[in-house]
C-alpha cells in the first residue's frame, strides 16, 4: 500500500518533469496527452490504495526521510493515508483527469499549451502533497504549491492587464490566508513541539482552550484565503481571467477545498474550542448567504459560477463549523461532481460562441450544443437541489444538520438555497432559453465541442446524477460518513426521527422549486438587471470599494502625503531608495575593485591592521 | 651577557614590515617578488631566534622547510614573470588591470 | 643598564646594519640589478643573525640557496628580460597608495611588535621537539637539524618532493614557448 | 648515532600517495613518450586515482569506525574521521575538476598532461592540509597547492586575462604565505612547538597571563585562510582571477581548494586554539559580516557570469566560517557538510559556464544565457538547480547547508551573525534569480543549441543529482559528517 500511495503523488510529479525537459520536442498534443496521463495515473494508483484500503481498515503513515532535523524540530517527510486523504485524492485526481482531457480540446491552438500543461501537472501535484501530507509544513509546501501555480495560472494570458492583476490579487489574499497558517503552525509548534498531525491529535487534548481558540481562528484565516470565505472571498471571481478549465480546476478539485480540508484534517483541536467552531459556522454561513446574492446579479457566466462556488463552500464552511465534518465531505464531493460539470459546460458554451462570456449575448443556444445542453441541464438540476440528484442529498445532509444544531443557520442554509436555484436557473435560462441574442455580435453558427471535451461532460453528468448514492440517509453502514468517520475527533451526531428528515427534505424541495419558479417567472424574457441588484449585488456588495475606501484610499493619499512632504525630505534615504541605494553602495564597493594588485594587497593590509588593533586591544584590556 | 633574543624579533618585524612596505609601493613586479623574499626572511629570523630562547630545534628546521618553499615559489613565480612580461619592456603590474569591476 | 657583551652587541648591529639596509636598498633604488645586489646584502645580514643565534648550518644554507641560487635567478630573469634600464621613480599612480601602506603597515608592525613585547618575548616551553636536549652547537647543530628532519619532520620533508615535482612541472610549462597544436596528438 | 624513524600509518598517508603518484605518472610518461600523450590518457588516469582515493576513504572510514581515530609519522599527520571526509570531498572535486579539464582542453585544442598533473598535485596539497597536524605541515601542503595553481591559472598563455590573473593571484598568494608563516614563527615562539596536538595540550595544561605573542601569531595565520577562501575583505583577488583563468580551475578554486583550507583552518582555530575561542569569535563575526555583505552587494550588479560566481562565493564562505564560529560539533560537521556538498554545485556550475562560453573562454557575459532554455533545455534546467541550489532553495544541498551552519550559529548564540547572512542570502538571491529568469526569457532568434560533451554530462548531471538528491534526503551526508569529528575536539 505504501508504494502505490507514493505513485499517486509521483506520477503528476513525473509528468510535470516530463513535460518540463522535453517542452522543446513534444508537440502541444503530445503535452497534452503525457499530462493527462501522468493524472490519470495517479487515480489508478488512488484507486489501487483505496481498494486496499478496504482491506486492511487502517490509517497508514508511510515514512519517507527526515526532511528537517535541528534540535527539537523534527519534520520527517511522510504521507499519510486515511479515509480523509484517500477521498480527497479520489476525486481530485479523477476529476483532474477529466479536466485535463477537457483542456487538450479547450487549448488546442493556444500558445504556451505546453507551459499551460506543465503548471496544471504541478497544480495537481502540489494538491496531493497538500492532502496526503503527515504534517503540517508539508502541507504548507503544498499549500504554497497550489497558491503558486494558481498565481501562474490565473494570469496564463498575461498580456492582458486584468488577468495579470487577477493573478496579483489571487497572490495576495493568498499570502494573508498564508499567515494564518503559518501563526497556527508556530502556535502547535511552540506548545506541542511537533507539526506531525498524528502526534498533534494525540496531545491536542493538553492544549489550553484559549490556545486552541487561538490555533483555530488562525486556521480558519489560512481557510478564507485558500477558500474565499468572508472576508478574502474576493480573489476568486477575479481569478475567473484564467482559462476555463483552470477555472474548474480550482474550483472544483483542488484549491479552494484545500481551506475545508485543512480544518477538517485538524478536527481534533477544532473539537476544543466551541468559539472557534461559533466563528467557522457563522463565516460560513454569512459567505454562503452573501455570495449567493452577488451571484444573483452578475452577467458573466463564469462569474456566476465563481460566486456560487463561494457560496457552495460557505455551505461546507457552515457544515465544519456545526461539526458535521460528514456532510461537509459529501456537499464537497457533490460540489466537484457538479461544479466541474457546470464550469465545463459554460467553457464548451464560450467555446462555441468563441469567447463570448456575457450572457447577455447568449440565448437559445439549447438546439446548437446537443452535448452540452442536456449534462449542462443535469448541472444545473443537480446544483439546485432537485431530487434525486447529488446536490439535493448533499445539500439535504448540510441542512438536516443544523436544523438539529442552531435553527438561525438552518433559517440561513435555506434562504441561501431558494438563492442557489434562483440564480442557476437564471444562469440557465439566460443561456440556453430565449432569443438567440448572439446574433448581434456573433456571426456564424455555434458548434458543439470536440470529444475530448464532451466526454468529461457527460461522465461529469453522470457522476452528478449518482452522486447521492454515497450518503443515503437511511443506509446505515457502507456509507461515506461512516467510512470517513475515523479520521474525523467527533462528529455531530444528528439522531432525528424520519419524520423530521422527511419533513426537511421536503422544505429543501420546496426551496429549490421556490427559486426556480421564481427565476422563470422573472428572466423568461428578459436579460437586463433590475434596479436593486444592478446597484448593490452585481458590485459584489461594494465589497472592493469597502476595501478600496478602509484601506486602499487612505493608504493612497498617505502615500501622497509622504510622496509629496515627507519622502522627499525625510523617507527618502531610508525607504523609498533602499533599492537604488544598495546598488549605489554595490557600485561604490565595486569601485573598490579597481584591478590594481597593490590596492588588493593594500585592502589585506588593512585588514591585517584592523586585526592587530583588536588583537592589541584585547591584551591590553 | 649576550644580546637577547628579543632585539633580533623586534629586527625581524622590522624587516617584514619593510617588505610588506615595498610589496605596497614598489611597481616593478620582479621587486615585489623580492619584498616577498624579504618577508621570508623576517619570518626565519623570527623562527632562529625563538629557536635559540626556546633552546629548541623544530625552529631551524622550520626554517629549511620556508627555504624549500620560497626556492620553488621562486621557480614558479619568475617563470609566471617571464610568461607574463615576454614582450613588454616593463614589468609594471599597474599594467595589469584589465579585470576589474 | 644591562652590559651586554661587546661581541654579539657588535654582530647584532652589524646584522642590523646589513638587512635593514639591503631592504632599504630593495625599497629605494631604481635599477632591478642594484635592488638584486641589495637584496644579497640583506640576505648577508640576516645569515649572520643565524650564526650570532647557534644556527650554523641555516647561515651556510642561507647563503648557498639564497643568495647563491634564488638571487642569481632573480638576476637572470631581470638581464633575459632586459629590464635592469627601466625604473619606476615617477609620482606614485594610485592615489593614498603610500599613505595608507606607510599607515596600516606602520600599525601592523608596532602591533606585532607591542603584543611580542607584551608576552616578554616569547611564553612557549623550551626543547619541545627535542624531549629536553638543548641545541647543540657546531656541528652537532647539523646533527640535530638532520635527526629532526627524517623523523619529527619526516612528512614534511617527503612534502617537499611534491612541492618540488610542481615546481619542476610548472616551471617547465611556464617557460615553454608555444604550445602544440591538435593535430600532433597520438592516442 | 642511530635513528628512530617514525612509525608511519601508510593507509592514512594513502590518498596523498595516490595522487602524487598519479602525477608522477604522467610525468613520467610525458618525459618519456616520444609524442605528446594524449588528453583522455591523461584524464582517465587522474580520474581513476580520484576514485582509488574515493576508495580508501571507504576504507578509512571503516576502520577508523572500529579502532577509532590516531595520529600518525611523529604526530604530524592526523587520522581521523574529519579528515577523510574532507579527502573524500577533494577526491570527488577532483575527478569533476578534472573531467571539466578535459573538455576544456578539446574545445581549446590544448594537448598534453600538464592540466591533469597538476590538479592532481594542488588536490594533493588539500588532502595534506586536511590531515595535518602540525603547522609546517599545513604550510607545506598550502604551498602545494597554491603553486599547483599559479601554474594552472598560467596555463593559458594565449590570453593575456589569464597571465594578469595568474600573476596577482600569484604576487597575492605570496604576500599570504609570508603572512602565515609569520604567524606560524609566532605561535612558536608562543608555544614552543608547531604540532596542533602540543599546541592544544600546551595551551590546556598552561594559563598564559600574557597571551599576545599567541594571539599575534593565530591572527596572523588566520590572514592566509581567509585569503584562500576568499572571505572580505581579503576577497579582491577572487571576481579578477576567477574571470581570468581557465574556467575549469574556477571550479576548483570553492571547491578543492576550499577543502583544503577550511579544514586546516578548523584544525588550527578548533583544535589548536580553541582555548582561545572567546578571542577570536569577534574576528570570525567581522569577516562573516564583511564578506556576507560585500559578496551579497557585488553580485547584484554583476553582469559577468565568472565574476558573480565569484563574488557568490565570497558570501558563500561567509556562510562557512558562521559554523565555524560555533566551534562546536555541530558547528564542524555543518561546515563540512557545506564544504563537501558545495564542491559539485559550484563544480557543475562551472561545467555549464565553460560551455556556454565556447571556444576562447573569454565571454562570459550573462546576456548569453538569454534563451538558453531554448537551445538546451534539459542544460538551462540543470544550471537553475544549480543556482537555485546556491542561493539555498528547499529541497537542495544548498538549503540544507545554510540551514546547517545558521542553527550551529544560532545554538552558539550568534543571533547576529545569523540575521546578517539571512539579509545577505536575500540580497544575493537577487543576483542568482536574475541569472535564472535570463535563461528563460524570451529571445528573437533562437540559437543552435550546443553540443555537450560526454564529461560535462557526467560533471552536470552529477552536480545536479548530488544537490537535489541529497537536497531531499540530506540524512546520510548529515550523519557522515556528524560522526566526522576531530579527534581532539
Not at chain 1, 457522476?463 to 443515503?472: N, Q, R
Not at chain 4, 598517508?13 to 598519479?22: N, Q, R, S
Request: with cysteine; hydrophobic share 55%.
Amino acid at each position: 500500500m505504501a508504494h502505490v500511495a507514493l505513485l499517486i503523488v509521483l506520477f503528476p510529479l513525473l509528468g510535470f518533469a516530463l513535460v518540463l525537459f522535453n517542452g522543446s520536442e513534444l508537440s502541444e498534443r503530445g503535452a497534452g496527452i503525457v499530462a493527462t496521463t501522468a493524472v490519470f495515473g495517479s487515480f489508478v494508483a488512488t484507486l489501487v490504495t483505496f481498494y486496499l484500503y478496504l482491506h486492511h481498515e487502517t490509517a497508514v503513515t508511510i515514512h519517507l526521510f527526515n526532511w528537517i532535523s535541528a534540535g527539537t524540530l523534527q519534520v520527517p517527510a511522510g504521507l499519510y493515508v486515511d479515509p480523509l486523504a484517500l477521498t480527497m485524492c479520489l476525486f481530485v485526481t479523477g476529476i483532474s483527469t477529466l479536466i485535463h482531457l477537457y483542456s487538450m480540446g479547450y487549448m488546442a491552438g493556444d500558445r504556451d499549451v505546453c507551459k499551460f500543461f506543465l503548471y496544471l501537472n504541478l497544480f495537481v501535484f502540489s494538491m496531493l502533497v497538500l492532502v496526503l501530507s503527515d504534517n503540517l509544513l508539508q502541507t504548507f509546501v503544498g499549500w504554497e504549491g497550489v497558491g503558486a501555480c494558481s498565481y501562474w495560472l490565473v494570469s496564463y494570458y498575461f498580456d492582458r492587464d486584468s488577468a495579470a492583476s487577477a493573478g496579483k490579487k489571487a497572490f495576495l489574499y493568498n499570502r494573508v490566508g498564508d499567515i494564518g497558517l503559518l501563526a497556527a503552525m508556530f502556535l502547535l509548534f511552540n506548545h506541542l513541539h511537533t507539526l506531525t498531525y498524528t502526534t498533534i491529535f494525540s496531545l491536542a487534548s493538553t492544549l489550553s482552550p484559549t490556545t486552541a481558540t487561538l490555533i483555530v481562528l488562525a486556521l480558519l484565516l489560512a481557510a478564507t484565503g485558500k477558500s474565499a470565505q468572508i472576508p478574502l472571498f474576493n480573489w476568486l471571481p477575479d481569478a475567473m481571467e484564467g482559462p476555463t478549465p483552470v477555472s474548474a480546476l480550482i474550483h472544483a478539485a483542488t484549491m479552494v477545498t484545500a481551506g475545508v480540508f485543512l480544518l477538517v484534517r485538524m478536527s481534533p483541536v477544532l473539537a476544543l474550542s466551541a468559539n472557534g467552531r461559533a466563528t467557522i459556522a457563522v463565516i460560513g454561513g454569512l459567505t454562503a448567504f452573501v455570495a449567493a446574492t452577488i451571484a444573483t446579479a452578475q452577467k458573466d457566466i463564469k462569474k456566476v459560477l465563481a460566486f456560487s462556488t463561494v457560496s457552495q463552500i460557505g455551505y461546507m464552511v457552515l457544515a465544519v463549523g456545526v461539526g458535521a465534518y460528514g456532510a461537509a465531505l459529501f456537499l464537497m464531493i457533490a460540489h466537484a461532481f457538479f461544479k466541474a460539470l457546470l464550469f465545463l459546460g459554460s467553457g464548451s458554451v464560450i467555446h462555441s460562441l468563441h469567447g463570448e462570456q456575457d450572457m447577455r449575448r447568449m440565448g437559445g443556444l439549447a438546439k446548437y450544443l446537443p452535448l452540452t445542453f442536456p449534462t449542462f441541464l443535469i448541472g444545473w438540476l443537480t446544483i439546485s437541489g432537485v431530487p434525486p440528484l447529488a446536490g439535493f442529498w448533499a445539500k439535504g445532509a448540510v441542512l438536516t444538520s443544523l436544523y438539529a444544531l442552531n435553527k438561525a443557520l438552518y433559517a440561513l442554509g435555506l434562504l441561501t438555497a431558494i438563492l442557489t436555484a434562483y440564480y442557476m436557473t437564471r444562469l440557465f435560462v439566460l443561456t440556453f432559453r430565449g432569443n438567440e441574442r448572439f446574433r448581434e455580435s456573433f456571426h456564424g453558427e455555434p458548434h458543439e465541442s470536440p470529444w475530448v471535451m464532451t466526454v468529461p461532460l457527460v461522465i461529469l453528468a453522470a457522476l452528478s446524477v449518482l452522486g447521492g448514492l454515497l450518503d443515503l440517509p437511511w443506509l446505515h453502514q457502507h456509507t461515506l460518513e461512516t467510512f470517513l468517520s475515523p479520521s474525523f475527533a467527533t462528529t455531530a451526531v444528528v439522531a432525528q426521527s424520519s419524520g423530521l428528515q422527511i419533513s426537511l427534505a421536503v422544505a429543501d424541495v420546496i426551496a429549490a422549486v421556490i427559486g426556480l419558479l421564481a427565476a422563470f417567472s422573472l428572466w423568461r424574457d428578459r436579460h437586463e438587471n433590475p434596479r436593486l441588484e444592478k446597484s448593490f449585488f452585481e458590485q459584489v456588495w461594494h465589497w472592493d470599494d469597502a476595501y478600496d475606501a478602509t484601506i486602499g484610499r487612505p493608504l493612497t493619499s498617505l502615500a501622497a502625503f509622504s510622496g509629496t512632504v515627507i519622502e522627499e525630505r525625510v523617507i527618502d534615504a531610508a525607504v523609498m531608495g533602499s533599492a537604488s541605494r544598495m546598488r549605489r553602495s554595490s557600485e561604490g564597493l565595486s569601485k573598490l575593485q579597481s584591478g590594481f594588485v597593490r590596492h588588493y594587497a593594500l585592502a589585506m593590509v588593512l585588514g591585517v591592521a584592523v586585526i592587530v588593533v583588536y588583537l592589541v586591544a584585547k591584551v591590553g584590556s | 651577557m649576550n644580546v637577547p633574543a628579543a632585539w633580533y624579533l623586534v629586527l625581524a618585524a622590522l624587516l617584514f614590515g619593510v617588505g610588506c612596505f615595498g610589496f605596497l609601493t614598489r611597481r616593478s613586479a620582479i621587486i615585489m617578488f623580492m619584498c616577498i623574499e624579504l618577508m621570508l626572511n623576517a619570518v626565519n629570523l623570527t623562527f632562529v631566534s625563538f629557536a635559540r630562547t626556546l633552546s629548541d630545534v623544530g625552529g631551524q628546521v622550520s626554517v629549511f622547510f620556508v627555504m624549500v618553499v620560497a626556492a620553488a615559489e621562486v621557480t614558479v613565480g619568475l617563470g609566471i614573470v617571464v610568461a607574463v612580461f615576454r614582450r613588454r619592456t616593463s614589468t609594471s603590474v599597474d599594467e595589469l588591470s584589465e579585470l576589474k569591476g | 643598564m644591562i652590559a651586554y657583551a661587546f661581541p654579539s652587541l657588535a654582530v647584532f648591529v652589524v646584522c642590523a646594519l646589513m638587512t635593514l639596509g639591503g631592504a632599504l636598498g630593495v625599497l629605494l633604488v631604481r635599477n632591478p640589478v642594484h635592488a638584486a645586489l641589495s637584496l644579497i646584502l640583506s640576505l648577508f645580514g640576516v645569515a649572520l643573525g643565524f650564526l650570532a643565534q647557534q644556527a650554523d648550518f641555516l647561515a651556510a644554507v642561507e647563503i648557498i640557496v639564497y643568495a647563491g641560487a634564488i638571487v642569481v635567478l632573480f638576476l637572470f630573469v631581470i638581464m633575459f628580460l632586459g629590464i635592469d634600464r627601466h625604473s619606476h621613480r615617477e609620482v606614485e599612480p594610485l592615489a593614498g597608495q603610500r599613505f595608507l601602506a606607510a599607515l596600516g603597515v606602520g600599525i601592523v608592525v608596532l602591533g606585532v611588535i607591542a603584543l611580542i613585547a607584551s608576552s616578554h618575548w616569547v611564553s612557549g616551553v623550551p626543547s619541545v621537539s627535542t624531549n629536553g636536549v638543548p641545541l647543540a652547537p657546531g656541528s652537532g647543530n647539523i646533527t640535530q637539524i638532520g635527526d629532526a628532519v627524517f623523523t619529527t619532520y619526516l612528512i614534511a620533508f617527503e612534502a617537499t618532493g611534491a612541492l618540488l615535482l610542481i615546481a619542476v612541472i610548472g616551471a617547465v610549462n611556464l617557460a615553454r614557448k608555444e604550445r602544440p597544436r591538435v593535430g600532433e596528438e597520438v592516442a | 648515532m642511530t635513528l628512530h624513524v617514525p612509525a608511519i600509518n601508510y593507509l592514512a598517508l594513502l590518498p596523498f600517495l595516490l595522487v602524487t603518484a598519479a602525477a608522477l605518472k604522467l610525468l613520467m610518461l610525458t618525459a618519456l613518450m616520444r609524442r605528446r600523450i594524449a588528453t583522455s590518457l591523461a584524464t582517465w588516469t587522474a580520474v581513476v586515482a580520484g576514485l582509488a582515493v574515493l576508495g580508501t576513504t571507504l576504507v578509512q572510514w571503516y576502520e577508523l569506525d572500529r579502532y577509532g581515530s590516531s595520529v600518525t609519522a611523529a604526530g604530524a599527520i592526523v587520522y581521523d574521521p574529519f579528515g577523510v571526509l574532507m579527502t573524500a570531498g577533494i577526491a570527488v572535486s577532483l575527478i569533476l575538476a578534472v573531467l571539466n579539464g578535459h573538455d576544456w582542453q578539446r574545445r581549446e585544442g590544448i594537448v598534453g598532461a600538464e592540466y591533469q598533473m597538476l590538479v592532481l598535485l594542488a588536490a594533493g596539497g588539500a588532502i595534506l592540509m586536511a590531515q595535518a597536524n602540525d603547522l609546517i605541515i599545513v604550510f607545506l601542503g598550502l604551498e602545494i597547492l597554491s603553486i599547483a595553481l599559479y601554474c594552472l591559472i598560467a596555463f593559458n598563455r594565449r590570453r593575456q586575462a589569464s597571465a594578469e590573473s595568474a600573476m596577482k593571484y600569484f604576487l597575492l598568494g605570496g604576500f599570504a604565505a609570508a603572512i602565515f608563516i609569520y604567524g606560524v614563527a609566532l605561535t612558536y615562539g608562543a608555544t614552543g612547538t608547531t604540532n596542533l596536538t602540543n599546541i592544544a595540550y600546551f595551551l590546556g595544561s598552561n594559563h598564559l597571563l600574557h597571551p599576545g605573542l599567541l594571539l599575534a601569531g593565530g591572527g596572523l595565520m588566520l590572514v592566509a585562510f581567509v585569503f584562500k577562501v576568499e572571505a572580505a575583505p581579503f576577497h579582491f583577488w577572487a571576481p579578477d582571477v576567477y574571470e581570468g583563468e581557465p574556467t575549469p580551475l574556477s571550479g576548483a578554486h570553492a571547491s578543492i581548494v576550499w577543502a583544503g583550507a577550511f579544514a586546516a583552518l578548523v584544525r588550527i582555530m578548533v583544535v589548536a586554539l580553541g582555548s582561545q575561542q572567546s578571542t577570536w569569535r569577534p574576528l570570525f563575526f567581522g569577516l562573516i559580516v564583511a564578506s556576507i555583505a560585500t559578496g551579497a552587494l557585488l553580485t547584484i550588479q554583476q553582469s559577468n557570469a565568472k565574476r558573480l560566481l565569484a563574488y557568490a562565493s565570497v558570501t558563500q564562505s561567509g556562510f562557512v566560517l558562521l559554523g565555524i564560529w560555533a566551534g562546536t560539533a555541530s558547528g564542524v560537521a555543518a561546515t563540512t557538510f557545506y564544504v563537501v556538498t558545495y564542491g559539485p554545485v559550484v563544480l557543475a556550475t562551472f561545467a555549464i559556464v565553460g560551455l556556454v562560453s565556447g571556444p576562447g573562454d573569454s565571454d562570459h557575459a550573462l546576456t548569453r544565457y538569454q534563451g538558453l532554455s531554448r537551445r538546451n533545455p534539459w542544460l538551462a534546467a540543470s544550471l537553475a538547480v544549480l543556482l537555485l541550489s546556491q542561493l539555498g532553495v528547499p529541497f537542495t544541498t544548498g538549503f540544507d547547508a545554510k540551514f546547517g551552519v545558521l542553527a550551529a550559529t544560532l545554538d552558539a548564540g550568534n543571533v547576529w551573525g545569523a540575521v546578517v547572512a539571512m539579509m545577505g542570502a536575500a540580497v544575493a538571491a537577487f543576483a542568482y534569480l536574475r541569472w535564472t529568469t535570463t535563461l528563460y526569457a524570451d529571445v528573437d532568434e533562437t540559437l543552435a543549441p550546443l553540443v555537450v560533451p560526454w564529461a560535462t554530462r557526467v560533471v552536470v548531471g552529477f552536480g545536479v543529482l548530488t544537490t537535489v538528491v541529497v537536497g531531499v534526503d540530506p540524512g546520510l551526508i548529515t550523519s557522515i559528517s556528524s560522526h566526522a569529528t576531530l579527534l581532539f575536539q
